[in-house]
């Protein structure tokens, strides 16, 4: 089977679009990038020493350390290991947020479909199509709810199931870096952390942080939408994804349900609220519901901004977030606004 990657485009944040923020960076603004939890980051803080940006990366570094699946010395690795274990309370913190949230969306976020993530090689890179029976052997352990975590940290799975924490664990960075900026006496500040933006405040000049988001079917941009204070999350079937011999193309959001890549007639979702940690989360969940269910969900919740890429050709923009956005010239999408209202 021919496989063909499809790279994640790290440039979700453009600071050079529709004005070009980057030429007007202020006199004291420091940057740092590095890889981690793989991919490329990067903080960009006005006012911010070289030692707090280093405090923010070992802050990253730490968490990863902690939570990453492939890491024979992490928490997560030896719970899923042994099937048990007691984790700190920032670890059992996230993954008691995080498994309230797949309750919230019904379970079309679950936690605990990494052996099937696994199955299709999305955490290995060794890209394979399951057999149905395998699938359907696999699906017996995806179940959010079989989870246990009490209130000291001790946590317990159900025999073979493991647990993935990579589609909160951004967000809850995203929350945790600006909270440490912010202590640090940084007002201004925008962190990409590889498909998640994260704004602190606006723009020295008091504007907003202005972040474009991608063409889910191109290299360029559907449009920048102006933001402060809030996360910026899309998810879409270009992150990560192959290509079988016979042109099928496979992506990584998987829906629990199947365990088969979500194709519910989205092509990617993009979030934009007040805590990271949950946008991060309905990024992927929303995207597993397809248009419809993620239009009802918003319009349910109401805490929350969204732009919706549909197979069909449209971008479909929430009121708060339509006020925001200036599409990309040339913008070949229909637009529409979500009505708050569904239609009769």
């Keep these: 089977m021919r496989r063909t990657v499809c790279l994640l485009w790290l440039a979700l944040l453009l600071l050079t679009a529709c004005g070009g923020d980057a030429a007007t960076a202020a006199p004291g603004a420091r940057e740092r990038s590095f890889f981690a939890m793989d991919t490329y980051m990067s903080i960009r803080a006005n006012g911010a020493t070289e030692a707090l940006l280093a405090r923010a990366e070992e802050a990253v570094r730490e968490l990863e350390r902690r939570i990453s699946v492939t890491d024979g010395g992490s928490q997560v690795f030896a719970l899923n290991r042994d099937g048990a274990g007691t984790l700190d309370a920032e670890t059992a913190e996230l993954l008691r947020r995080g498994l309230a949230l797949c309750a919230e969306t019904d379970g079309a976020l679950d936690l605990s479909v990494?052996?099937?993530l696994r199955a299709w090689g999305f955490t290995t890179g060794d890209y394979r199509v399951p057999a149905p029976a395998e699938l359907a052997d696999l699906?017996?352990?995806?179940?959010?709810?079989?989870?246990?975590?009490?209130a000291d940290g001790t946590a317990a799975l159900d025999p073979g199931m493991q647990l993935d924490l990579g589609s909160v664990a951004k967000g809850y960075l995203g929350d945790k870096l600006c909270a440490?900026?912010?202590?640090?006496?940084?007002?201004?500040?925008?962190?990409?952390l590889g498909g998640n933006v994260q704004a602190l405040g606006g723009k020295p000049d008091g504007s907003p942080w202005r972040v474009g988001i991608r063409d889910p079917q191109g290299e360029g941009l559907l449009g920048v939408v102006a933001v402060r204070d809030c996360a910026v999350v899309t998810s879409g079937g270009y992150e990560r994804c192959f290509t079988d011999g016979d042109g099928t193309?496979?992506?990584?959001?998987?829906?629990?349900?199947?365990?088969?890549?979500?194709?519910?007639?989205?092509?990617?979702v993009t979030v934009v609220g007040q805590e990271g940690l949950r946008c991060d989360a309905l990024s992927t969940a929303l995207f597993v519901m397809g248009p419809?269910?993620?239009?009802?969900?918003?319009r349910a919740q109401g805490d929350f901004e969204l732009a919706l890429v549909t197979e069909?050709?449209?971008?479909?923009?929430?009121?708060?977030l339509a006020e925001r956005f200036t599409p990309a010239e040339g913008l070949s999408l229909r637009v529409e606004t979500l009505e708050r209202e569904a239609a009769a």
Excluded: K
């Design 180 to 192: 440490l900026l912010r202590d640090g006496g940084v007002e201004s500040a925008l962190l990409d």
């Design 114 to 116: 990494y052996p099937v």
């Design 139 to 150: 699906l017996r352990l995806v179940d959010y709810r079989r989870v246990r975590l009490d």
């Design 312 to 320: 069909d050709g449209r971008l479909l923009l929430t009121p708060g």
């Design 292 to 298: 419809e269910r993620a239009a009802a969900f918003w």
């Design 249 to 268: 193309v496979y992506w990584h959001i998987l829906d629990p349900a199947s365990g088969m890549p979500a194709r519910n007639g989205l092509l990617s």
